[in-house]
């Protein structure tokens, strides 16, 4: 299979260059159409620069609207959940970047370089110097899997894989599928991350794989975090649990990975209630969530706060210095989940908030903190976990989102990337929200 999977990806990849070509007098910077000013200049191609780009688009012309984003292909990057495990493939989860850049839209095929706030100017690696007259920074954030010794090298052995890049997540599937005994560990970092319940569903999946294939017997399932809790939201947490418990699987808190040594199969982690207090573990498998951070290019910026993420108001998503300037996603301080989720329903606000201030008119509409994380706990069942700043649940259905469901997971599976190649990114989806008051019949 995973022959197969590489197949395909080589496929889509051939086609994501072919169409790159053909789209580039339309879309690239080397186009005629290029400019040095743009009325609204957004930073990044991911799932929040594209929607706001789509958005724009309609409120101030598609001529009027940049998008600068190096990458070629574009990846719908929750579904890697399910191709760590085998139930999708990683070929499913790419476009080419050409594709879903908003028509008329000028692709900008380059990297940010530098921020001049100031002089309301952006400069890329190529040396172009662009200039705009309001910014919507959506730069995502990086993986460093550098900051865990003996990564990245390590993934060249086998046993080992991650889920967060589309370089290793296919590791993961032939480390679980090639499983025969022994400890299967999972880990989470001492970083903000995306996604923060994914670490946590490649286990619940992997132990649904094992039971299935008559191995579970011979494994022991370990998952280890920094964190002092399994979720950050009660309700969702003590349903973890209890599944946890059920299961027989290894939870250990507050144990942060800080070396991998692939060749011996070790992986050594710090108690952090314990400082200088070292564990190591033998693996059969591993899979690591890498440490996070801000863009590079965003830490030691004018745009910046003081841990390097972009610095905005938690209500309505605008620069806390620069009125012209906006974030959206995983780049943000935003103290919230960094979820696809997240960036739909922040898309609906700073829709609303941009539109006024075009007008002269003050924002608005307030970002609750909305964010949702389908925690994948088998192959066929999803605990919806939906919440907001203040880690209360704000749940859409009215059903107790806390039970598994057979349902929510062909919603996560099937329907969510279908929302998502045809509704966020065209820029038609702000999230649940107007949904959630009809479901619960004008009651929450």
Not at 181 to 204: H, R, S, W
Not at 215 to 228: D, G, L
Request: glycine share 8%; with cysteine.
């Amino acid at each position: 299979m995973a022959g197969q999977l590489h197949t395909q990806l080589l496929l889509s990849r051939q086609y994501c260059r072919v169409f790159s070509v053909i789209s580039s007098h339309i879309h690239t910077s080397s186009g005629l159409g290029a400019k040095d000013h743009y009325k609204v200049l957004v930073l990044g191609g991911g799932s929040g620069g594209i929607t706001m780009a789509a958005r724009m688009k309609r409120k101030v012309g598609a001529q009027n609207v940049a998008v600068v984003e190096p990458s070629e292909v574009h990846y719908y990057q929750p579904i890697w959940t399910l191709v760590g495990a085998g139930a999708k493939s990683v070929a499913s989860s790419g476009r080419p970047t050409a594709s879903v850049i908003p028509s008329g839209v000028m692709w900008v095929k380059s990297k940010v370089a530098e921020f001049d706030p100031k002089n309301n100017t952006v400069h890329t690696d190529s040396g172009k110097k662009i200039s705009y007259d309001y910014l919507i920074v959506a730069l995502g954030l990086e993986l460093h899997y550098e900051k865990i010794k003996g990564l990245p090298e390590g993934f060249e052995h086998p046993k080992i894989g991650s889920n967060y890049s589309v370089k290793t997540v296919e590791k993961t599937w032939n480390a679980l599928k090639n499983f025969k005994e022994g400890n299967a560990l999972f880990t989470f970092p001492n970083t903000p991350v995306k996604c923060g319940g994914a670490p946590q569903k490649i286990m619940y999946l992997s132990d649904a794989f094992l039971r299935k294939t008559g191995k579970r017997s011979k494994a022991n399932i370990i998952y280890n975090t920094p964190s002092p809790k399994l979720f950050g939201v009660k309700k969702y947490a003590d349903a973890l649990w209890e599944i946890v418990k059920k299961r027989d699987l290894n939870i250990n808190l507050r144990h942060n990975l800080i070396e991998v040594r692939a060749d011996k199969q070790e992986a050594v982690f710090e108690n952090l209630d314990k400082p200088g207090e070292t564990k190591v573990y033998k693996y059969d498998m591993i899979h690591v969530t890498p440490p996070m951070g801000p863009p590079a290019v965003l830490k030691g910026s004018l745009l910046d706060d003081e841990a390097g993420w972009l610095d905005v108001n938690k209500n309505t998503l605008q620069h806390k210095t620069y009125a012209n300037v906006f974030g959206i996603g995983d780049c943000t301080n935003l103290p919230t989940s960094k979820t696809a989720a997240a960036v739909a329903a922040q898309s609906a606000v700073l829709d609303r908030n941009i539109s006024r201030i075009l007008k002269k008119q003050t924002p608005d509409k307030i970002y609750d903190g909305y964010t949702s994380c389908p925690l994948v706990t088998s192959y066929n069942t999803v605990i919806l976990a939906e919440f907001d700043y203040d880690g209360q649940p704000l749940e859409t259905f009215p059903v107790d989102q806390s039970k598994e469901s057979r349902v929510m997971y062909h919603m996560k599976a099937d329907f969510m990337p279908l929302l998502y190649w045809h509704g966020l990114l065209k820029g038609f989806w702000g999230g649940p929200g107007p949904y959630r008051t009809i479901m619960h019949l004008g009651m929450k």
